[in-house]
């Protein structure tokens, strides 16, 4: 990687130099005041980000799985029923995790490209009344979004702890924990949040939080289990310290920055400005003839796009848009892996970025001989954002 080439894949994504500058800066300790200062103000800043005024965040050294890992550890006990709601590769993952801790887990699989019909979902929380209802509200395996808020009441409704995977959503698509009922909103640092990979961010609701005191046996992961936690984000939030395992101090640090640019930028203007350029590329690739996964606009992310390869073009090609300066990742879901390509958009993306993309992802299938309305992506991408 260069400093100058764009890292266009859904995580890690580009960040700002300020946050990656946090990484170099000199490593406090974890009890100093610069470090509880900062920490303290993150963790608020979190709950701000999540629109979880009653909720109680915790950032913890991993990736998003451990995050995934810390939901699924601390509500589920041994014969638990849990419902999946799939439309990807990290909705299966879910189930996995949900399995290792004991839970009957019922899976609810879209085809790649869709989400599960909305009365299926209704009338299998009916039947399997679980404890817990999870959701991907973006699987970065086909770039498929579902819509968590109705998701979220169904699952409220029938008296499950909503667990919704937004590490492909948070901080670049709608999500308003407290409002939609979510009980559980978790994310990793290197999606939209902006952080170089390291950090499990996730918020818990005061009904998570509840189920979990009211659990008969420990949690069965010792790293993951909130009781170690808890005390640590509590005294945090004091601006006291607590130890359980040392922080990251550096990734709190890009962290605190990240999460004043976003709170600053603003929750709503973010996720226009993540659906507007969304709008603009798509419409760019739809015009050079890519056709997307997800099988309809309303079910697309904003945070990403996943496009089919044109006839006679495979991931080898992926190479020449590298040669063009942007990284672009192939494809993830078992049933189609070799067939699309993924590019993420989000964080700190620009206008520059998804034009330097599409002109890239236009060399590139020129160079392979694809015949194409040459220019005809970036006139429909300038045309959407004029
Ligand atoms: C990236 C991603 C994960 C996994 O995060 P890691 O940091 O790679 O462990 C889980 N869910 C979704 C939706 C993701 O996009």
Redesign the pocket.
Known sequence: MSERDLLMI??PINFDPGVLREMGAPTAGHTSPEFIARFGESLEWVKQVFLAPTGTPFVIAG????A?DIAASNLIEPGDRALVVSTGY?SD?MAAILERYGAAVTVLRAEAGDVVVFDRVEAELARVQPKVLTM?????STGVAVDARALAQAGRRHNALVVV????SVAGMELQQDAWGIDIALT?S??AIGVP?GLALLVASPRALEAFRARSKPVANYYADWTNWLPIMEAYLARKTAYFGTPPVNLVYALHESLRQILAEGMAARVARHKRLSDAFKAGVRAIGLKQVPVRAEVAATTMSALYYPDGIDAKWLAKVRERGVVLAGGLHPAIRDKYFRVGHMGVVSHADIAATLSAIEGALLASGHEFDEGAGLAALEKALA
Not at 63 to 66: A, F, H, I, V, Y
Not at 165 to 168: A, E, I, R, T
């Open positions: 859904p995580g990736s998003g799985t451990l995934m990290f993952r991907t509200h973006v699987d970065t995977d937004g590490v492909c990793a290197q999606k990979p």
